[in-house]
């Protein structure tokens, strides 16, 4: 990409997509893209086909998705398959049409089998059953990586595929319900230390092992990946290291509310995939490893719901 590369950022007012957008203005790029869903919705083929007639981006970053945490993902399993399919069919199937000379996809850890080896090798795709709670989501992120893999093997186009680790940082969905588990805890943390309540409830038991990348970290590798990967292997991006869930709220809970206490209800059955940490070692055979520290990240996310 050069600096005056017409670059479209899609998604990007999402947790990963704002990221990428915010890292290529300040990393000199100067003719970037964009449209919220509310001027387009990504899921109507013609209406895309048209945009990208009319903009031609050179270089897409599609960072556009339906996402949610473990309770939305396992009730609206429909929506979650629906919306992302016709998202990234309508963006990658435009981009080969209008002659798009790069296009990143950004699937998602949970394609992975749910009672994978560990660490993650991007060779264990579809190697084993997925969990249930999330498979609509993780099928409609295994067809798009298909869909790029045939593109570039049929019409010679070059679409890579990166699949990041669980993330967190500036601009997440703090949602009580229906965020991810670090947004989740830092709303439920937060709002027990304003309501002077000692006890956190966190459903299930605590123990599934999770890895996390700060977002600003993602955006970074996914740059970089965009100037210096040409593959059609899918590769993944993560720290290489996990931790438990119950390890995780005390770490989010030691730097919001010191004073509480972290308690799993078990009767609420939401562990999910057991362990969950990938192996990043092609990442850094490239080059490339992150750079936010937890403690660090965490205390910039809480700052960032602070200012909402």
């Known amino acids: 990409m050069n600096k005056d590369s017409k670059i479209f950022v899609a998604g990007h007012k999402g947790l990963v997509g704002s990221s990428i957008y915010n890292k290529l203005i300040n990393s000199g790029y100067t003719n970037l893209i964009t449209i919220s869903k509310n001027e387009l919705d990504l899921r109507n083929s ?28 396992k009730e609206q399993k429909g929506s979650f398959i629906y919306d992302n399919i016709m998202i990234q069919t309508n963006i990658i199937h435009s981009s080969y049409v209008l002659d798009v000379k790069k296009l990143l996809f950004l699937g998602s850890s949970c394609i992975y089998p ?15 059953l997925l969990e249930p709670s999330n498979d609509a989501y993780a099928i409609a992120k295994i ?38 588990v670090i947004p989740g805890l830092i709303y439920k943390i937060h709002t027990a230390k304003v309501n002077g309540i000692k006890d956190v409830i966190c459903w299930g038991d605590g123990t599934p092992r999770r890895e996390f990348l700060f977002n600003a970290d ?3 590798a996914c740059i970089f990946l965009m100037e210096n990967y040409n593959s059609s292997d899918i590769i993944n991006i993560g720290t290489g290291s996990d931790m438990t869930i119950s390890e995780l709220a005390n770490i989010i809970k030691d730097v ?12 609420l059955a939401m562990n999910g995939t057991p362990k ?33």
């Open 276 to 308: 969950k940490s990938l192996d990043v070692s092609k990442m850094k055979t490239l080059g490339w490893s992150p750079k936010v520290s937890f403690i660090e990240g965490i205390k910039i996310a809480y700052q960032d719901f602070l200012n909402r």
């Open 114 to 128: 749910k009672l994978c080896q560990q660490p993650i090798k991007e060779e264990y795709l579809l190697s084993g």
């Open 46 to 73: 013609e209406r895309v086909h048209s945009w990208f007639c009319e903009n031609e981006p050179e270089y897409v970053f599609l960072a556009a998705a339906k996402v949610g945490g473990i309770k939305a993902n």
């Open 218 to 220: 993602l955006a970074e």
């Open 143 to 180: 067809a798009g990586i298909k869909m790029c893999q045939a593109y570039n093997q049929q019409y010679d186009t070059n679409f890579i595929s990166v699949m990041p680790t669980n993330l967190y940082g500036v601009g997440d969905n703090y949602h009580p319900e229906n965020s991810h």
């Open 256 to 267: 919001i509310y010191p004073e509480g206490n972290i308690v799993f209800d078990n009767n």
